[in-house]
């Protein structure tokens, strides 16, 4: 297959022509920096390149960092710049004295931490982008958006995609977004998620970490990605992996922190007082999921005991691509409370919430529908639901409930 374009590549060629910096954050692999290589050739500006994966320049680049600028001119690509966070004063120090553009190009795999350090430095100067695994619209080709529940939207949006069936959203969960698989056709994917593993672990994971235990962190990892799509339980994942629940849960932080697992919170405001606090724990790739639990095939998967936590898990990272890969900030929530009513996702917008059920059927009941009713006690207002499912074609029970298929994301 070859190169598969990136939604980010436009965000990013219009960034740099706004900001002086442009950051890509993101996990290993997932292609941040083929893309901007690719964007190198097209934009012909002769911009050097170096990564601080090599320890001589990330050794020059903390210790003298103005001796760094002086070999490395701009326009500049940086990559894994979060080994070097000394640069960021002298980025500041050269965007405004130049107020060139576009004139220093950088990724970075370590988020939260990373972020900060940027925030500081270089507020008003860069562009802040996160890059996630290919989602089904790039490996379709097909241009995304935010996924919205507005019904004229999603009208339009149906013309330009094409139906998937079950069978066919299951080969995307099992197969990921990481584009070394998507790109091959999945011939590679054990190969690959197994040296992923492992080099995460020996590289990124110590550096975050010191000395760590590498087999207990894959029972630990495998214990997580057994539990996608649930309420986030310390006690249980750390009875797993055979650790302490204080080491769960700075390891929970560190695979935030490399963009592996992100949480959805939940909903909640002074009228709701009987709502679950505890976090939901998603995996941005599924294809890890599915290799770290062991299943072994599309098939297997899709009738698995896992398979619908699977289908929810690619549902709500799908729709966090569709935000990213647009540059926009998801506001993404699940409901639950005590008495066990539930809500999959709420998306919040305009001053509304979208509540949004989840379901892997092709022909959903509309009785999955009746929590709904729930948002009609919150302050803001009942936007239009749906339910995401493997229906063939985009529906609707009524007016205010929509029937979605997962491709249409």
Known sequence: MGYIRRDLE?????????????????PRQVGKTTMLKKLMEDENRGRAYVTLDDLNERNMAKNDPAMFFQMHKPPILIDEVQYAPELFTYVKIIADRDRNNGDFWMTGSQVFKLMRGVRESLAGRVALLNML???????GGIKSEPFTVDFDRLLERQKTVEALTTPDIFKLIWRGGMPAVAAREAQNRETFYSSYLSTYIDRDIHELSGAI??????NF??????????????????????????TAKNW?????????????????????????????LYFYDTGLVCYLTKWSTPDITMNGAMSGALFENYVVSEIIKSYYNNAKEPYLYYYRDRDAKEIDLLIEGDGRLFPIEIKKSALPDKRVTRAFSIIDKSPLKRGTGAVLCMADAFGAFDRETLIVPAAMI
């Open 221 to 246: 990892i495998t214990a997580v990605a057994a539990r996608a799509g649930q309420l986030i339980n310390h006690k249980s994942i750390a009875d797993d992996a055979d650790i302490d629940q204080a």
């Open 10 to 26: 436009d965000v990013v060629i219009r960034a740099a022509k706004d900001f002086p910096a442009v950051l890509i954050t993101g």
């Open 133 to 139: 695994p290919l989602s089904q619209s790039e490996t």
């Open 213 to 218: 235990d590498s087999l207990k962190f894959m």
């Open 252 to 280: 929970l932080l560190i695979l935030q922190t490399l963009g592996i697992i992100f949480y959805l919170h939940p909903y909640s405001n002074n009228v709701l007082k009987r709502t679950v606090k505890t976090p939901k």
